[in-house]
Every structure is written in C-alpha cells, then in structure tokens.
C-alpha cells in the first residue's frame, strides 16, 4: 500500500487519476466534507466493493489517517491493485490544502 500525503492527493484530484474514498461515518461526512469524493462509510465497504473499480487508482480518505490505513489494506486483500492511504486524512486536508473545510 503506497502513503500519500494531502498535497499529492490534490494533484491527483486535478488530473482525474484517483477515486477517492472517505470512509468516515455519515456525522463525520456532515461537519466536514470534499467536493468530488465518494463516500462509502468502513462498516459499508464490504458490501460495496463493486462501486469501485478494482484496476484504478483509489486513495483512501478518514480523519486522520488510521482507519485509510485499514480500508486500503482490506481492499488490497480483495485485489485492488493501485491503493493508497492518505496521510493526515480531512483534518491534513484542512490545514494544508483547504482552510474552508472545518476541522473537527
């Protein structure tokens, strides 16, 4: 599993070369959020894994960076092969790349 960090995640935002995941809860999804990111809680993931596909590049999004870690491992065990976790999850994303989304 590659470690990518928020400024990465947004180049790859910008050029279309990633679905991003946020595996945060639906409260956590409410108090902050990124436009454009595909929202599929942990607990659904299981359930859910045809919504992704398996041969592209999908970086992992949550708070801070503990339960992407998890996500990315588990979807690198039902074969996906280009997986990331982001580091710092929203909480780096609000600090570093948009101070429009609230920290929490």
Known sequence: MEHIDVIELYRRMSAGTATVVDVRTDDELALAAIDGVRHIPM?????????????????????HGIRSESAAA???????????????????????????????
């Open 43 to 63: 607990h659904e993931l299981p359930e859910r894994l045809g919504e992704l596909n398996p041969s592209g590049h999908i970086a992992v999004l949550c708070h």
């Open 74 to 104: 588990f979807l690198e065990t039902r074969g996906f092969s280009s997986v990331s976790s982001v580091d710092g999850g929203i909480d780096a994303w609000s600090l570093h790349v948009d101070p429009n989304v609230p920290r929490y």
